[in-house]
């Protein structure tokens, strides 16, 4: 089981979206990191079809996908970062009708609407209405939505943007369980939601994947170190302005500052173990942790 990028690029006239990618995914749960407008939804929408590459391929097991047609969409379960829902349906009409269109008969939908429902913690609230349901339980009922046909290529575009920590933490559990068995690529500029549960983690910026491995890896590959130090509050922006900067904590006396940089930056700074936020910081600067950035 390969799913396989091949020097694939897109372009949308004077915009490079994707530049050149080169990348082979099998088994297991794959993040994609990278701030707003890295490439990462143009990139999944030719993963899904949606869209084809100006430039290279994209195999499934050796074959096109885009030759594969049907075979491959068969495979694969997308959710897309906004989705559309009909508000007034129950949660269980709601997936029954996803079922319908995917050509699913009903009584093998009934009984793998339950099963969804159950796994993803919504089956009590099953004839509620899609409007009345929380954010967190929206997204749940989009992964069942996205796992009707029990596709082996689950594609998930910032499957956790608007959540609260309750929820985003159920969902990225939820995610690791269903990669048992299947290839699971999680798109998102949060780094929480790939750092413990991504195999491999790819970083994406400009439309190229510039660094890739576990967490570890990546955490491994940083040439700065990571220090805390307490300065005076009327040195913070000074700081801010020479080091990239990852908390600013105000204590007593002034702020406690955790910085990236080679040298130690002041008298009392204390070396600290990195960690995957540390090197998206240094990566992709001030603007990498957005987690209100869109995409």
Not at 9 to 23: P, Q, T
Not at 266 to 291: C, H, I, K, M, Q
Request: hydrophobic share 40%; glycine share 10%; net charge negative.
């Amino acid at each position: 089981m390969e799913l396989k990028l091949k020097n694939v690029s897109k372009d949308y006239g004077s915009v490079l979206a994707v530049d050149n990618v080169n990348y082979s995914m099998e088994t297991g749960v794959y993040g994609l990191l990278g701030v707003n407008g890295a490439g990462k939804t143009t990139l999944m929408t030719m993963l899904c079809t949606v869209t084809c590459p100006s430039a290279g391929g994209i195999t499934w097991d050796g074959d096109d996908i885009f030759e594969l047609e049907e075979d491959y969409r068969g495979l694969l379960g997308y959710l897309p970062q906004d989705f559309g829902y009909y508000p007034d349906l129950s949660v269980f009409d709601y997936l029954m009708y996803i079922a319908a269109l995917k050509g699913i008969p009903p009584a093998a939908a009934k009984k793998r609407i339950r099963e969804l429902l159950d796994m993803v913690g919504l089956l009590k609230y099953r004839k509620r209405k899609m409007k009345a349901l929380s954010g967190g339980m929206v997204r749940r009922a989009g992964i069942a939505q996205a796992m009707l046909n029990d596709h082996k290529i689950l594609i998930l575009d910032e499957p956790t943007a608007g959540l609260d920590p309750n929820e985003r933490i159920r969902f990225r559990n939820l995610i690791s369980e269903l990669s048992e068995d299947r290839l699971v690529l999680l798109s998102t500029h949060i780094v929480s939601d790939v750092e413990y549960i991504a195999e491999q983690i790819v970083l994406m910026q400009e439309g190229r994947f510039f660094r890739t491995g576990t967490s570890e890896e990546l955490i491994a590959g940083m040439d700065e170190e990571v220090w805390t130090c307490t300065v005076p509050r009327q040195k913070v922006n000074q700081y801010i302005q020479q080091y990239p900067v990852g908390n600013v904590k105000h204590v007593s006396g002034g702020a406690e500052l955790r910085i990236i940089s080679k040298t130690r930056p002041s008298e009392n700074a204390v070396r600290e173990a990195p960690t995957l936020e540390d090197a998206f910081l240094l990566y992709f600067g001030e603007n990498g942790g957005d987690e209100d950035a869109a995409v």
